[in-house]
């Protein structure tokens, strides 16, 4: 069965920094758009941020543009989500998604196939 695994979450200050990972098994990452997305107790997953298989092109959600950057590195199979200067409102456990369907990038939670079991994000004093 094909796996994505999150790592990296925590707790942190506000203005603080995390790296999040995902890891893929079973399957090659470097043929799948990926994509990053949250979820905050009470409220919907929503989209942060995705990156092209093809030429790693990026999109990012306006709520995290120039504090979070995505990147991959496809010798070791691996996404990342950097992020930087969070606040609390970026609180919320943290899923990476993968889905091979579309030329294009897009942060449409339903249509990615394969999902993480999430990692929490937690930014407080």
């Known amino acids: 069965q094909l796996q994505l695994v999150e790592s990296g979450g925590g707790l942190v200050q506000p203005g603080g920094s995390l790296r999040l990972s995902c890891a893929a098994s079973?399957?090659?990452?470097?043929?799948?758009?990926v994509g990053w997305f949250r979820q905050a107790p009470g409220k919907e997953r929503e989209g942060v941020s995705c990156i092209r298989s093809s030429d790693s092109i990026t999109y990012y959600a306006d709520s995290v543009k120039g504090r979070f950057t995505i990147s991959r590195d496809n010798a070791k199979n691996m996404v990342y989500l950097q992020m930087n200067n969070l606040k609390p409102e970026d609180t919320a456990v943290y899923y990476c998604?993968?889905?091979?369907?579309?030329?294009?990038?897009?942060?449409?939670?339903?249509?990615?196939?394969?999902w993480g079991q999430g990692t929490q994000v937690t930014v407080s004093s």
């Open positions: 998604a993968a889905e091979g369907r579309y030329s294009y990038l897009h942060l449409r939670p339903k249509e990615y196939d394969f």
């Open positions: 079973k399957f090659t990452l470097n043929y799948y758009n």
